[in-house]
């Protein structure tokens, strides 16, 4: 299922393989609201529902929801407490559904910094639904895409020391295989709400190729009317991958 991140035969079709969601507006959500930011994060699980419930029934086989950054840690300490509390709250009641469902869960990131019943429970969910095939849900938790390519060149650099690789073995391929997610296909569609316009650390390699929509709805009120908005941006739009629309249609026609 691996392939490289300019991999010119990505699928082509209206539906994408692999999204990726950068859930952006639950504290303005909930400051609009008079509210406690916790508040926000709290009725963003709803929106992260209905998106895995329609991208199941669309058909993308991996969503990545990047739920917690590496840059997070500086907001201020009882909002991170509290959305680790809610991380547990969500492991403990929410991979059950998942499972129930066929959907795997794999989480992304540097989990060191989290505590031992986070890790053990994070261990547990993925082992239990390890075997499930409908689609899988990434979640990115204390990631950030810098970090995700100095690990990778550190790993090469390992090899390289051990004998087990030559510097001029080192590509764009070659690196992609020591990334997180390699495994997957590369990110179809990259969407962002609460209407900033960055990606913000997020998937840095991984999105090379991919097609970018930025909603300015906030995370808690991003349903499935507003997620179908992005899919059928995504279904619009003309993937070139650096060839030309003729050297497409040539590729269309079977020439």
Known sequence: MSTSIDDSSAAQGSVPRHVAIIMDGN???????????????????????????????????????????????RRPENEVS??????VLALQREVKKLHKNNIRLKVMGDLSAFSEKIQGLVAESEAMTKDNDAMTLVV????????????????MAEEVQAGRMQPADITEHTLHKYTWLSEFP???????????QRISNFMLWQTAYAEFFFSDVLWPDFKEKEYQKALDAFASRTRRFGRTDDQLKETQNGD
């Open 27 to 73: 504290n303005r959500w909930a400051k609009k609201r008079l509210m406690p930011g916790v508040a926000g994060h709290k009725a963003g699980v709803d929106a992260v529902r209905a998106v895995v419930e329609t991208s199941a029934k669309a058909g993308v086989e991996v969503l990545t929801l990047f739920a917690f950054s590496s840059e997070n840690w």
């Open 82 to 87: 509290a959305l680790m509390q809610l991380f």
């Open 140 to 155: 990115a938790a204390n990631y950030g895409g810098q970090w995700d390519i100095a690990q990778a060149a550190r790993r």
């Open 186 to 196: 590369a990110p179809d569609l990259m969407i962002r709400t609460g209407g900033e």
